[in-house]
């Protein structure tokens, strides 16, 4: 959560620095700000609120200057107010921080009892205060002994008024990015923010801190000694950031849908059969293996459980899906035969890439199927499938679900046919079927406005139950979770059979039920599970492929999308269900692409 950037270079440093913010708002939007050193005099400028807020507040009078570094926040110590936006500064010193510093009260204790005060009520504010006391005018050396003192994640980006030409950075556990430019340099908390200047980025490693001019980049290891780093070519694909038309991004990243899961696809199939290149786990390695566990937070825990489902059905092999947050602090018997698999689009969740730590350290085999290339995520895990969704900006998920779901569907295939779990010819036909989806993706586009009629008919509703059953029970946590995230509407996913057991008793006449039957397997079940909400007054609304309607038109309302195989059908579904939870928030009139209260990528704890 947060966004950092900074820049030293030929242009003005404002400029620069809000162009960065704006396209790192996604990961927080609580406040922004900026400083800004004019040979040396620092101006700093905040805003409570969005980015916009702080481009308004600067319009006319903008800070003049070259070097500059900028922060938007998601607040986690002290409220979202102008005091708590960073840059928070000493008299040397303006920092913005990513991260969390963990035992900030120990050293704000201490400092305090060095009469050293504080004016906000941040975490943030010990690191310029430290670096200030630690400062004899050479800040690498002040850099060296304050980060010594700091436990916790971090991301900084540091100004001296002794410096006007040099921006300092440091790195652990938050992510950090150095793009070179032709004199100039920036640095950012992911691609995004870079991409528009520069084609070459430094990653920097957890312990790393890096000097840099307009010319020059400096990077030191833990022990300040200097290191060679090597430069990476940006990913074009994250380039095409604006909206193209669309009102917001979600609706953009739905329909881009079509092409993501294609790509992501194309990458991992070949004439119908699935290759992972340097797959690092033997046939032999596969058929031992007693356990997959499956981890992610929010929608890619849900995206896990579909997955559960299907390793266990198609791979035969006992599967959990398991909240990282939860992985992390469980005594799960771990071993060199279970295979743990972190879903994240952002790979810089930190619940996630501390429960793959973990399973890495209990000596498990670990695959990571991540959209951020060069994350913490795909790096720590021992083999990374990327999924190629591109940039999702939008906090709501929804490209990046449905690749990381074909994406687990190929992984699932591939160690299926290795346990004699299904044939080729299966194999085949699902890898094509997959491969099909796209064109179906279309034909569902042609529903958006019976979708949307229907988002306009349930739009004041205070409540929405979401059930189903196996894949349908993850397709239902994620229907509620969309819905609940950009519209506000307290919504449930709840396994069909359940709600009898206690949470039936919240159904009254007019209460919204959705039901989801993907597969005639289980279809009579839930038939019977809808009926008896509908027998109590629910107002029920059926997601279904088109060849079952006909049997569930006792329903009044029934959303249908183009049939294919089990497997997949759930993968159609869920494109309902995200234009339904976008159509609900855009009838509201709600902030859909930053909903309140979210960040996108959430790299605390
Ligand atoms: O970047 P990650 O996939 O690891 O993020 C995990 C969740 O924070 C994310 O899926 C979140 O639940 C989404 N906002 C849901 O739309």
């Known amino acids: 959560m947060c966004g950092i950037v900074g820049y030293i270079g030929k242009s003005e440093a404002t400029g620069m620095l809000i162009e960065g913010l704006k396209s790192l708002e996604y990961r927080g939007y609580d406040s922004g700000g900026v400083a800004v050193s004019d040979n040396g005099r620092l101006q700093v400028v905040k805003a409570k609120g969005e980015i916009k807020n702080l481009r308004s ?88 002994k304050t980060i010594k003192l700091l436990q916790g994640s971090y991301a900084l980006g540091i100004i001296c008024t002794d410096e006007p030409e040099t921006l300092y950075c440091a790195k652990k556990a ?60 940006i990913n074009a694909a994250a380039e095409k950031t604006g909206k193209a038309g669309f009102r917001h991004y979600m609706l953009k990243e739905i329909y881009e849908q079509t092409a993501a899961v294609q790509k992501t696809l194309l990458s991992i199939t070949k004439d119908g059969e699935v290759c992972f290149e340097n797959f690092p786990y033997s046939d032999s390695d596969i058929k031992q293996l007693e356990r997959v566990y499956i981890i992610g937070c929010g929608s890619a825990y849900n995206v896990s459980l579909i997955a559960k489902y299907n390793f266990e059905k198609i791979a035969g092999i006992a599967a959990f899906a ?46 990571s199927i991540v959209n951020v290339s060069e994350s913490s995520i795909s790096k720590m895990s021992s083999y990374n499938i990327q999924t190629l969704a591109g940039a999702e900006i939008s906090v709501a998920t929804t490209k990046a679900f449905s690749c990381q779901l074909a994406a687990l569907n190929m992984l699932c295939l591939y160690i299926a046919l290795r346990r004699g779990g299904c044939t080729e010819v299966f194999s085949e036909i699902a890898v094509n079927m997959s491969l099909m989806l796209p064109k179906k993706y279309e034909q569902i586009f042609q529903l958006e406005n019976q979708i949307k009629e229907l988002a306009y008919e349930i739009k004041n509703m205070d409540s929405c139950f979401f059930l189903g059953r196996n894949t349908d029970y993850a397709a239902a946590l994620e229907g509620a979770l969309k819905l609940k995230e950009i519209s506000y509407i307290n919504c449930v996913g709840y396994p069909a059979s359940e709600l009898k057991h206690g949470t039936i008793s919240l159904i009254e006449k007019g209460t919204v039920c959705i039901g989801l039957v993907s597969s005639e397997d289980i279809l009579n079940k839930t038939v019977s599970n809808l009926a008896e909400v509908a027998a109590r007054g629910a107002e029920v609304i059926v997601f279904a492929p088109r060849s079952m309607a006909q049997s569930l038109a006792r329903f009044g309302k029934v959303i249908s999308y183009p049939d294919s195989i089990p497997l997949l059908n759930v993968q159609l579904e869920i494109i309902e269900l995200q234009l339904l939870a976008y159509h609900v928030a855009n009838e509201k009139g709600l902030p859909i692409d930053k909903p309140r209260n979210l960040a996108k990528s959430v790299t605390v704890e």
Request: glycine content about 8%; charged content about 25%; aromatic content about 6%.
């Open 174 to 233: 938050s992510p950090l990015i150095i793009g070179l430019g032709q004199g100039e340099n920036f640095i950012a908390s992911d691609i995004n923010a870079l991409s528009a200047h520069t084609s070459e980025a430094v990653y920097l490693d957890d312990g790393e801190t890096a000097k840099i001019t307009a010319h020059e980049i400096t990077v030191y290891d833990r022990a300040f000694s200097r290191v060679e780093k090597e430069i990476k070519k």
């Open 57 to 144: 507040k600067l319009r006319g009078n903008e800070p003049a200057g070259h070097l500059g570094i900028g922060h938007t926040r998601w607040a986690t110590h002290g409220a979202a107010n102008e005091i708590n936006a960073h840059p928070h500064c000493s008299p040397h010193f303006a920092v913005v921080h990513n991260g969390i510093i963990e035992n900030y009260k120990e050293i704000k204790e201490s400092l305090a009892m060095n009469s050293i005060t504080f004016e906000s009520e941040t975490d943030t504010e010990v690191i310029p205060k430290l670096l200030e006391l630690n400062y004899e005018g050479d800040v690498l050396d002040a850099l060296k």
């Open 322 to 367: 398991q909240y990282a947050g939860e992985f992390r602090y469980e005594d799960t018997p771990l071993n060199g035969r279970c295979l743990v698999i972190a879903v994240s689009q952002s790979g810089e969740t930190a619940d996630t890439l501390a429960a793959l730590k973990k399973a890495k350290g209990a000596g498990t085999k670990t695959i």
